[in-house]
């Protein structure tokens, strides 16, 4: 509890709950908090942001007429939900906050994936397994570096191959359906345009993705972190992106590439006056089918079938 002019201030239940979905999301907006807070009054919570962003415990960004709050916490925050709860990251992006134009907006676009199918998972009666709950069951300690996946990408003929290092998902999350079965997915939010595929160089070579979790899957590096199986999503913000990556991974998989999913959504985007423009809430992206190379496409999960 904290004190203000002799007053002692009390967190409540409902101001630990929003700050603890700030938490975990990194950074969310405050129509997913709603979305996530479903038995929350809209004006009640709103309320409550504004007392712990005058207790300096929240910050927001971009505030302008077309975007609504993004929410982000701070170290006081932090230290205030500690005191009386031990919540896990959903969304872990390692990078500095300060930097706008292009980490900002991948952070936001991963938070919001993560927003999207965490409403998703809740509203079909499943569960989204937090990155940091799945790190704790892999036994990692240092929370402060990425998760990396040692990879090898081998390109017969290529002058690049084989390509030996790590590979760093944008998230990790798991499915947990309702019949108790698992599913690990692996996240890679690709918003930078114009992806490269006829490469292994780069940190945008789709190739060198599509062959590195491909490694990963066959050498065993994902059962050492404990999963037995996995499925790789990709999320393109560019459509010319998502129909080139296909197109790559069909030509590469003539057979079907059952591993890597993917979906085009449309991200923040900067007006030329500087306005940051939001996308839709998107909580069907859960049940959405998702396409694979070389093979029909596949929801996250479908509530008409067995997930196991």
């Given at each position: 509890?904290?004190?203000?002019?002799?007053?002692?201030?009390?967190?409540?239940?409902?101001?630990?709950?929003?700050?603890?979905?700030?938490?975990?999301?990194?950074?969310?907006?405050?129509?997913?908090?709603?979305?996530?807070?479903?038995?929350?009054?809209?004006?009640?919570?709103?309320?409550?942001?504004?007392?712990?962003?005058?207790?300096?415990?929240?910050?927001?960004?971009?505030?302008?007429?077309?975007?609504?709050?993004?929410?982000?916490?701070?170290?006081?925050?932090?230290?205030?939900?500690?005191?009386?709860?031990?919540?896990?990251?959903?969304?872990?992006?390692?990078?500095?906050?300060?930097?706008?134009?292009?980490?900002?907006?991948?952070?936001?676009?991963?938070?919001?994936?993560?927003?999207?199918?965490?409403?998703?998972?809740?509203?079909?009666g499943c569960r989204l397994i937090s990155?940091?709950?799945?790190?704790?069951?892999?036994?990692?300690?240092?929370?402060?570096?990425?998760l990396s996946i040692k990879a090898t990408?081998?390109?017969?003929?290529?002058?690049?191959?084989?390509?030996?290092?790590?590979?760093?998902?944008?998230?990790?999350?798991?499915?947990?359906?309702?019949?108790?079965?698992?599913?690990?997915?692996?996240?890679?939010?690709?918003?930078?345009?114009?992806?490269?595929?006829?490469?292994?160089?780069?940190?945008?070579?789709?190739?060198?993705?599509?062959?590195?979790?491909?490694?990963?899957?066959?050498?065993?590096?994902?059962?050492?972190?404990?999963?037995?199986?996995?499925?790789?999503?990709?999320?393109?913000?560019?459509?010319?992106?998502?129909?080139?990556?296909?197109?790559?991974?069909?030509?590469?998989?003539?057979?079907?590439?059952?591993?890597?999913?993917?979906?085009?959504?449309?991200?923040?985007?900067?007006?030329?006056?500087?306005?940051?423009?939001?996308?839709?809430?998107?909580?069907?992206?859960?049940?959405?089918?998702?396409?694979?190379?070389?093979l029909s496409d596949i929801p996250l999960?479908?509530?008409?079938?067995?997930?196991?």
């Amino acid at each position: 509890m904290l004190y203000n002019g002799g007053m002692e201030i009390r967190e409540t239940k409902a101001q630990l709950d929003v700050l603890q979905l700030i938490y975990e999301q990194e950074y969310i907006r405050t129509p997913h908090l709603a979305l996530l807070l479903p038995h929350r009054d809209y004006s009640g919570m709103t309320r409550t942001l504004k007392a712990l962003e005058t207790r300096k415990l929240i910050v927001r960004f971009r505030n302008n007429m077309y975007s609504t709050y993004i929410f982000h916490i701070t170290e006081a925050g932090k230290k205030t939900l500690f005191k009386h709860r031990g919540p896990n990251h959903y969304v872990r992006t390692y990078r500095p906050i300060e930097d706008y134009r292009i980490e900002f907006q991948h952070k936001v676009g991963i938070a919001e994936t993560i927003a999207n199918l965490r409403a998703g998972a809740i509203e079909y009666g499943c569960r989204l397994i937090s990155q940091g709950e799945l790190e704790e069951g892999m036994g990692r300690e240092d929370e402060s570096a990425p998760l990396s996946i040692k990879a090898t990408a081998t390109w017969a003929g290529h002058p690049s191959s084989p390509w030996n290092g790590f590979v760093q998902p944008d998230g990790v999350f798991a499915i947990e359906y309702p019949d108790g079965t698992r599913s690990n997915i692996f996240l890679e939010y690709q918003r930078c345009g114009k992806v490269k595929v006829n490469t292994l160089l780069g940190i945008s070579s789709m190739r060198r993705k599509y062959l590195s979790y491909q490694d990963i899957y066959h050498s065993g590096a994902a059962k050492e972190l404990g999963f037995k199986s996995f499925r790789v999503l990709f999320v393109f913000t560019q459509e010319a992106d998502y129909r080139r990556s296909l197109k790559l991974g069909s030509e590469m998989y003539p057979d079907g590439n059952p591993l890597c999913l993917h979906i085009f959504q449309p991200e923040f985007r900067e007006t030329k006056t500087g306005m940051l423009i939001t996308p839709e809430l998107n909580p069907d992206l859960f049940v959405t089918p998702m396409s694979r190379a070389g093979l029909s496409d596949i929801p996250l999960y479908d509530p008409k079938k067995d997930p196991s």
